[in-house]
């Protein structure tokens, strides 16, 4: 990994590339597979599953985390929590920082803050004084829409998915917007299987690397819980020759970090910070459902790791074909490469 240069997970994305709006109903999303490189709908995809395959998905729900408000000496303020650390403090991105110091008083939207820890690279620890915290937070703030979203959604649900029930997230697992009840009914009239495992997602999954290099980025720390029911599911699917089908990168990430090999999970929860790069031996997921990343992303790096250098020529493919890419754009399904 060391000698892999960033470089090599760019590509020119234009600007009218970038999805702009929800596409409504979620199932009529372009969905390509990367595997025949033929067209399709997100609806078809009980078509492209087989009777016995197995889907995962991460059922964590987006929390209401930005908050607007103002310093105590007067000045505006915006603060994006990442995630509870407990006793009340929370890592938060917060801007502008600049003038931010240990001690700083913030007032965001009914909630009051102080940092206790930072700043750093936007970065701080705040202590926010509310006695239920998640409802403090739930009726203050707003969701964290993705910066290059530039549209309006009619309602903010439809930044959740339909089996979004844990709160914990910064952001979407996005390949799971394309879901919708009627798609869900298919699969299992189909003898597909589904299963739920648990990644906050944090900002730093979808920021681009800096580093020159691989080797020189660090991963940041995601909260994930593998359940008993989960790796119940994906054995009796081994059992019965079903395929591990991922939706999502955040998916592959908590099944790969409770992997034991030889394609079994075992129950975990914790944090990790799995970086996924080219090399990486897959143990548990055999199909990926995603998005179109970011160039430059840890997620396209993910992506190349698992299919191969295949990621080039599907990316191209797609963007001469007009699929929308990022958060409200299109997906794709593809085999782990051989």
Same mark, same amino acid.
């Given at each position: 990994?060391?000698?892999?240069?960033?470089?090599?997970f760019?590509?020119?994305?234009?600007?009218?590339?970038?999805?702009?709006?929800?596409?409504?109903?979620?199932?009529?999303?372009?969905?390509?597979?990367?595997?025949?490189?033929? =067209?399709?709908?997100?609806?078809?995809?009980?078509?492209?599953?087989?009777?016995?395959?197995?889907?995962?998905?991460?059922?964590?729900?987006?929390?209401?985390?930005r908050?607007?408000?103002?310093?105590?000496?007067?000045?505006e303020?915006?603060?994006?929590?990442?995630?509870?650390?407990?006793?009340?403090?929370?890592?938060?991105?917060?801007?502008?920082?600049?003038?931010?110091?240990?001690g700083?008083?913030?007032?965001?939207?009914? *909630?009051?803050?102080?940092v206790?820890?930072?700043?750093?690279?936007?970065r701080?620890?705040?202590? #926010?004084?509310?006695?239920?915290?998640?409802?403090?937070?739930? $009726?203050?703030?707003?969701?964290?829409?993705?910066p290059?979203?530039?549209g309006?959604?009619?309602?903010?649900?439809?930044?959740?998915? #339909?089996?979004? =029930?844990?709160v914990?997230?910064?952001a979407?697992?996005?390949?799971?917007?394309?879901?919708?009840?009627?798609?869900l009914?298919r699969?299992?009239?189909?003898?597909?299987?589904?299963?739920?495992?648990?990644?906050?997602?944090?900002?730093?999954?979808?920021?681009? *690397?800096?580093?020159?290099?691989?080797?020189?980025?660090?991963?940041?720390?995601?909260?994930?819980?593998?359940?008993?029911?989960?790796?119940?599911?994906?054995?009796?699917?081994?059992?019965?020759?079903?395929?591990?089908v991922a939706?999502?990168?955040? #998916?592959?990430?908590?099944?790969?970090?409770?992997?034991?090999?030889?394609?079994?999970?075992?129950?975990?929860?914790?944090?990790?910070?799995?970086?996924?790069?080219?090399?990486?031996?897959?143990?548990?997921?055999?199909?990926?459902?995603?998005?179109?990343?970011?160039?430059?992303s840890?997620?396209?790096?993910?992506?190349?790791?698992?299919?191969?250098?295949?990621?080039?020529?599907?990316?191209?493919t797609?963007?001469?074909?007009?699929?929308?890419?990022?958060?409200?754009?299109? $997906?794709?399904?593809?085999?782990?490469?051989?």
């Amino acid at each position: 990994m060391s000698e892999t240069p960033t470089s090599s997970f760019r590509y020119h994305l234009p600007g009218g590339a970038v999805a702009q709006s929800a596409v409504e109903p979620r199932h009529a999303a372009r969905l390509l597979d990367a595997d025949t490189m033929r =067209d399709h709908v997100f609806g078809d995809l009980p078509g492209l599953l087989a009777p016995g395959d197995l889907i995962v998905v991460n059922h964590t729900r987006v929390r209401r985390a930005r908050l607007r408000g103002r310093k105590e000496t007067g000045g505006e303020v915006e603060a994006l929590l990442l995630r509870p650390l407990g006793e009340g403090r929370w890592e938060a991105l917060v801007r502008p920082a600049r003038r931010l110091r240990v001690g700083s008083r913030l007032h965001l939207g009914g *909630i009051d803050a102080e940092v206790v820890s930072g700043p750093e690279e936007g970065r701080v620890v705040l202590a #926010v004084e509310a006695e239920d915290q998640e409802q403090a937070v739930d $009726a203050a703030g707003a969701l964290p829409l993705p910066p290059y979203f530039k549209g309006c959604l009619e309602d903010e649900g439809r930044y959740q998915t #339909v089996f979004a =029930d844990r709160v914990g997230s910064a952001a979407a697992p996005t390949a799971g917007l394309h879901f919708t009840p009627e798609v869900l009914e298919r699969l299992e009239r189909r003898g597909v299987h589904r299963t739920a495992v648990d990644l906050e997602i944090g900002i730093d999954t979808f920021r681009p *690397i800096s580093a020159p290099h691989l080797s020189g980025h660090a991963m940041h720390t995601e909260r994930f819980r593998v359940g008993p029911d989960a790796v119940a599911a994906i054995s009796a699917a081994r059992d019965r020759g079903g395929r591990v089908v991922a939706v999502g990168t955040t #998916v592959v990430r908590a099944l790969e970090s409770a992997s034991r090999g030889c394609g079994e999970v075992e129950p975990a929860a914790g944090e990790t910070d799995l970086f996924i790069t080219p090399g990486y031996r897959f143990r548990v997921v055999d199909r990926l459902i995603t998005n179109f990343h970011a160039p430059g992303s840890t997620l396209v790096v993910l992506l190349a790791a698992f299919m191969g250098d295949r990621w080039r020529p599907v990316y191209d493919t797609a963007l001469g074909r007009g699929y929308r890419f990022l958060s409200f754009g299109d $997906a794709m399904i593809v085999s782990k490469a051989e």
